[in-house]
């Protein structure tokens, strides 16, 4: 009798062990919603695992929203979640789907859907050239008007100095030249980020100047 007694307390007692576990796990699965959002992301630190965006319209009431990313818990993907990325490819305008975990205390990525980044336009302008900074990387340029009644615009530039490629007409292979205040170029650029960045400068004729400003070209594969 006694043993019946032992064997039949043993197992009430697991009968309420595990319905106990299986109302804790009710619970954490209650407080943990699931949900997804999507937006443009407007700030990215991948040392202090945070990310912010801005949401789409209709997406989320509270506009740019913080939320937080791990290294090696957090899974980016492209749209048809056959690349896997990581976070370090991620990039500051691209749109993006984050899959989270509404957290009572905060916002947990666990997968980004990271739409490609559009690639920028290249532009041109052709005008004199005013002044040159190698080593801040800036130039500005005075564009030539088209006609007389045309605005003569001041137009500033960036350019990484390594990677500026340098041509003197008609040749388009990079060469090493001596750009000087009023010499007449043409600047190829993009547009990122607020800020026209120089890809090319082509020098179409010079103006003698007594200062004179020294490149090292290099030639170099543009890519976003």
């Given at each position: 009798m006694w043993k019946f007694k032992a064997i039949f307390m043993g197992f009430l007692g697991i009968l309420l062990?595990?319905?106990?576990?299986?109302?804790?796990?009710?619970q954490v699965e209650s407080d943990t919603k699931m949900r997804s959002v999507s937006g443009e992301i407007s700030l990215i630190d991948v040392k202090l695992g945070k990310l912010q965006i801005k949401s789409d319209a209709g997406q989320d009431t509270r506009g740019v929203t913080e939320y937080t990313i791990n290294q090696n818990e957090t899974r980016v993907v492209d749209p048809l979640d056959k690349k896997f990325l990581v976070i370090k490819d991620l990039?500051?305008?691209?749109?993006?789907?984050?899959?989270?975990?509404?957290g009572p205390d905060e916002l947990i990525a666990r997968k980004i859907i990271a739409e490609p980044m559009p690639e920028p336009v290249l532009q041109e302008v052709t005008g004199q050239l005013e002044a040159i900074d190698v080593q801040a990387g800036t130039l500005v340029v005075e564009e030539i008007p088209l006609t007389k009644e045309d605005k003569a615009n001041l137009y500033y530039f960036v350019f990484e100095p390594k990677d500026i490629v340098v041509m003197n007409n008609p040749s388009r292979q990079p060469v090493r030249l001596e750009l000087n205040p009023g010499d007449i170029v043409k600047v190829e650029f993009v547009v990122k980020d607020g800020k026209r960045h120089a890809l090319s400068i082509m020098l179409l004729s010079a103006v003698q100047q007594t200062t004179r400003t020294t490149i090292t070209t290099t030639s170099t594969t543009v890519t976003e």
């Open positions: 062990f595990g319905g106990l576990t299986q109302v804790n796990a009710v990039r500051v305008g691209q749109h993006i789907t984050i899959e989270l975990i509404d």
